[in-house]
Each structure stands twice: as structure tokens, then as C-alpha cells.
Nanobody
Framework: QVQLVESGGGLVQAGGSLRLSCAAS??????VGWLRQAPGKDRDLVAA????????YYPDSVKGRFTISRDAAKNTVYLQMSNLKPEDTAVYYC????????????????????????WGQGTQVTVSS
């Protein structure tokens, strides 16, 4: 188990940028995803990164606007969001899957919500038009 702490959410105008952070002790051994959930909608993955940091994944809805990255030394994963749109408004969750020392999977990107067993509390992102 790892305790994920998200930060960086807030209110921004359309076209603006925000950077979310997800920090936890030992996070460097985890593959990490950022997911979001808007009211009345399913929780959807918006970015994922392998434990190694070599591979990333983005759905078409955010590709070219969102960038996920990690700093192993700081045990932190970031989600840089640019050119934000009102439809990006949601609660954003950081999630993590422990890859441990499985060196076959260190470059694997997990794209399903139920791949992740550890979740943060969520941070609200609101984009005004």
C-alpha cells in the first residue's frame, strides 16, 4: 500500500494551464495513472506512465495537451495540462500499481482503471469558459 497525495488542482480559464502532482514514499516502484471523473460520468484514464518512465499513454481527448512525467528522486509524478477546455473539468485522481521488481513489467503502461490498487483522494480541476 502507498499513500498518494495529489496537489495542484484549482480554477483556470479556458486555454490556461495547470500542473498536478502526485507524491508518495516509494512511488518509484509503481506504474502510475491519472484518471478523472466528471459529475454523472465514468472515471476515465487521461494519462499513464510506466514504472521506468520510458512509456506513456494518452487518450485522443487529451493527446497533445497533457503530459505525464515522473521524478524518481522525488517520488513524484506530474500531470502538466495545457490548453485546458471546459470539458476537462473533473476531479482528477492519481492511481498507482506496484510493479515491484518485475523487470518484464517496468516498461508496461496500465490503461485500465481496475489495474490500479492504490488511489489518491482526488483534486478538483475547474475550467471556466
Amino acid at each position: 500500500q502507498v499513500q498518494l497525495v495529489e496537489s495542484g488542482g484549482g480554477l483556470v480559464q479556458a486555454g490556461g494551464s495547470l500542473r498536478l502532482s502526485c507524491a508518495a514514499s516509494g512511488l518509484s516502484t509503481y506504474a502510475v495513472g491519472w484518471l478523472r471523473q466528471a459529475p454523472g460520468k465514468d472515471r476515465d484514464l487521461v494519462a499513464a506512465i510506466s514504472r521506468s518512465g520510458v512509456n506513456t499513454y494518452y487518450p485522443d481527448s487529451v493527446k497533445g495537451r497533457f503530459t505525464i512525467s515522473r521524478d524518481a528522486a522525488k517520488n513524484t509524478v506530474y500531470l502538466q495540462m495545457s490548453n485546458l477546455k471546459p470539458e476537462d473539468t473533473a476531479v482528477y485522481y492519481c492511481a498507482a500499481h506496484n510493479v515491484r521488481n518485475n523487470y518484464i513489467l517496468i516498461n508496461y503502461v496500465y490503461t485500465r482503471s481496475n489495474d490500479y490498487e492504490n488511489w489518491g483522494q482526488g483534486t478538483q480541476v475547474t475550467v471556466s469558459s
